[in-house]
């Protein structure tokens, strides 16, 4: 079955640099949409980052510029490099990829909760 496993949050200073890990299972990663997704307390869940199948990127602005999106193949996993970590990045920062179609693209880098989610990793920023 499909599993999203994240790792690699933890405590950073600002300023500071984390890479996220979202090793998938279940399913081959180059052949569908997938991204990064963060919810803050008390705020909504946003779409961070997303690759589509064909290798296209999206970035939310708040982040266009620090983070990277990418995925290594032969590993199955996809990763975020964060940089230049601000404290308005704290959140849990999720994984997920498409359970119903379209499965190459996520619109506007915008998930449905029925997808299929990773447990999460947290992200804290603070000095």
């Known amino acids: 079955q499909v599993q999203l496993v994240e790792s690699g949050g933890g405590l950073v200073q600002p300023g500071g640099s984390l890479i996220l890990s979202c090793a998938a299972s279940?399913?081959?990663?180059?052949?569908?949409?997938i991204g990064w997704f963060r919810q803050a307390p008390g705020k909504e869940r946003e779409g961070v980052s997303c690759i589509s199948n064909d290798g296209s990127t999206y970035y939310a602005t708040s982040v266009k510029g620090r983070f990277t999106i990418s995925r290594d193949s032969g590993k199955n996993t996809m990763y975020l490099q964060m940089n230049n970590l601000k404290p308005e990045d704290t959140a849990v920062y999720y994984c997920?990829?498409?359970?119903?179609?379209?499965?190459?693209?996520?619109?506007?880098?915008?998930?449905?909760?029925?997808?299929?989610w990773g447990q999460g990793t947290q992200v804290t920023v603070s000095s």
């Open positions: 997920a990829t498409p359970r119903t179609p379209p499965y190459s693209d996520y619109d506007h880098c915008t998930p449905s909760p029925d997808d299929y």
């Open positions: 279940g399913f081959t990663l180059d052949y569908y949409a």
